[in-house]
């Protein structure tokens, strides 16, 4: 994993506009909206479209398709029968050369898309013409893990809501693009960062943070949507009760290798005041149950992420799923995967909201998650109480052994797995599919202090020179979990799935390939090479009766994949 701490003004050449049209809002140091021509729609997006959204066959409105998270897109225009026949419809070009992990939005036929460094794109979903460029003012330090990331916006009426890397909160008309507030969501000093597509639900901009290498305190926060004005916090790291349950074994029931009885005589010597610096980040969109008005999401490692012995106990809520109140934040329900994690196999993968088999064979309500173990959970999504764990996607060895000074091997390595890669649903199929990471990796551990907002592992996670690395795109059936099947690929699989009505499943690759494959057996259809590692989720949308599927090449710091700066857009002929 790749870690910086980058001062902005080094990256003025990147940042700088281009075509010499001018820039509102002054010096190319300040933020800035380039409006090459306003939007020639006016965009209201409702809140019962929002809610509607699951079932919108034209737009893709949420960054992960709907308040479920499910990346289903139900339109079949483009099929297994005739995916083999897509083209490139345009390629937008934009600005910015570095890693592209953007999920755009798409509200009649008006694409919004961000790029790393938080520019923002609207441009014309069918013909790929610019209406404007927003690119924001950066504070004089960031601090964040794994590359200047920015996943989406979220979009409600007539504004466009982004977190940014100084972890700010940024409003924007979405007709033109200028700025309407900002809102400072915590210290950047400390190594508080936002790469996440936020979520706005009832007039609440709910976001969470990155940091949990650097010792920060995680969060959830909702914002009102209209000033940008904090409504509530729940804190990911409570207070007391950090220490839970004193759990020995994992999800999956395998013993982890915990020396208890120490880890209490730690607690008791020196007290449960390192809750402020425990890490447990919020990386990506929550999910919501607007039936019962509930937020899921996950939580990161705790910090630092290998050095365990300086947070004795289970370290909760991190390496958990959780679920609170949309209206007060209140804690609701969690269920911890890892406890005490010294792997840094963090959950990360958005919660998904759909419908599976209960332990009687019973349909019910749900909550699944893709771990960086290389299992689906699936979870009863009234109590969180696990319902059951796919079978491994990945090679798993020597779980859990100890880091050690001189490095222990376990498979997964530290990237996982699922890594932040968002997973698809097909409800019709009964599937899953998983975009997962193999690295063998030696976990190393050494003691270490908190250095006051840097960063902090305590320790290194290492890949082994000479071992394959490779990616495994997984089917997964939700009622059982077995594994339907699963497609290696040469390199590790970085940047989240698309599952259409089309009985099609669309995933990216380090090395450039885009790719349908057929959802119910994983036959591969069709492929396109972007230039350009391809690691972000793919969408899809319908303009005048035509369908589209948009994926964004711009390779992926994490890895060090190629780089990129464009957005493909496919149709039928």
């Not at 050449?13 to 090459?36: D, I, S």
């Not at 209490?264 to 890490?279: H, N, P, R, S, V």
Request: proline fraction near 5%.
């Amino acid at each position: 994993m790749q870690i910086k701490k980058m001062r902005l003004a080094i990256l003025a050449a990147l940042l700088t506009g281009g075509t010499g049209t001018a820039w509102a809002g002054g010096a190319e140091t300040e933020a800035a909206t380039r409006v090459m021509q306003p939007v020639p729609t006016d965009i209201n997006v409702s809140q019962d479209m929002l809610d509607k959204a699951e079932g919108d066959s034209s737009n893709w409105i949420h960054s992960n398709m709907s308040y479920s998270n499910s990346r289903y897109y139900p339109a079949d225009q483009i099929n297994a029968g005739n995916v083999a026949q897509l083209k490139p419809a345009f390629v937008f070009q934009t600005a910015v050369l570095e890693s592209m992990e953007t999920s755009p939005i798409v509200v009649d036929g008006v694409m919004f898309l961000t790029t790393s460094f938080n520019h923002v794109y609207a441009i014309n979903a069918t013909t790929g013409e610019e209406y404007w460029h927003y690119k924001h003012k950066m504070g004089p330090v960031t601090t964040y893990c794994c590359g200047p990331n920015n996943r989406g916006v979220a979009v409600a009426g007539g504004t466009l809501f982004m977190g940014t890397l100084d972890a700010k909160l940024v409003a924007l008309d979405a007709k033109t693009g200028k700025p309407l507030w900002e809102t400072q969501i915590a210290d950047p000093e400390l190594g508080y960062s936002e790469t996440m597509a936020p979520v706005v639900v009832d007039g609440k901009v709910l976001i969470g943070t990155n940091g949990g290498e650097y010792g920060i305190r995680g969060f959830v926060k909702a914002f009102n949507a209209a000033d940008g004005k904090e409504l509530w916090t729940f804190y990911t790291i409570p207070e007391k009760g950090q220490e839970g349950v004193w759990a020995t074994h994992d999800a999956t029931g395998r013993d982890m290798l915990r020396n208890i009885e120490k880890e209490k005589a730690d607690l008791a010597a020196k007290g449960g005041d390192f809750y402020k610096t425990l890490g447990g980040g919020v990386w990506m969109t929550p999910a919501v149950d607007r039936a019962t008005k509930t937020v899921y999401f996950v939580a990161g490692n705790p910090s630092p992420d290998l050095y365990g012995e300086i947070r004795p106990g289970d370290n909760l809520y991190t390496d958990s799923i959780v679920a609170v109140d949309l209206e007060t934040g209140a804690y609701k329900a969690h269920y911890q995967y890892i406890a005490h994690d010294v792997w840094d196999l963090d959950a990360v993968s958005p919660v998904i909201l759909t419908e599976a088999a209960d332990k009687d064979g019973k349909m019910v309500p749900v909550a699944i998650h893709g771990g960086k173990t290389g299992h689906i959970y699936v979870h009863n999504r009234n109590d969180l109480s696990l319902v059951r764990f796919s079978e491994a996607m990945v090679p798993q060895e020597n779980m859990w052994v100890l880091p050690t000074p001189d490095g222990a091997r376990m498979l997964p390595g530290a990237n996982g797995g699922v890594e932040w890669n968002p997973l698809a649903v097909n409800p019709k199929l009964r599937m899953a599919y998983a975009a997962n990471l193999h690295q063998p990796m030696t976990y190393h551990v050494e003691p270490s202090e908190y250095p006051g907002g840097k960063l902090w592992l305590g320790g290194a996670f290492k890949v082994i020179p000479g071992e394959e690395q490779a990616g495994f795109l997984v089917g997964v059936n939700l009622d059982t979990g077995k594994v339907a099947w699963k497609v290696k690929t040469p390199q590790p699989l970085m940047g989240g799935v698309l599952a259409t009505g089309g009985n099609l499943v669309f995933n990216g690759e380090g090395n450039g390939w885009f790719k349908a494959f057929d959802a119910g057996n994983g036959n591969e259809l069709w492929k396109f090479q972007c230039g350009a590692g391809v690691n972000a989720p793919a969408v899809s949308y319908t303009v005048g009766g035509k369908q589209y599927v948009a994926v964004a090449a711009g390779g992926n710091t994490q890895l060090d994949f190629k780089r990129g700066n464009s957005v493909f857009v496919f149709a039928l002929p």
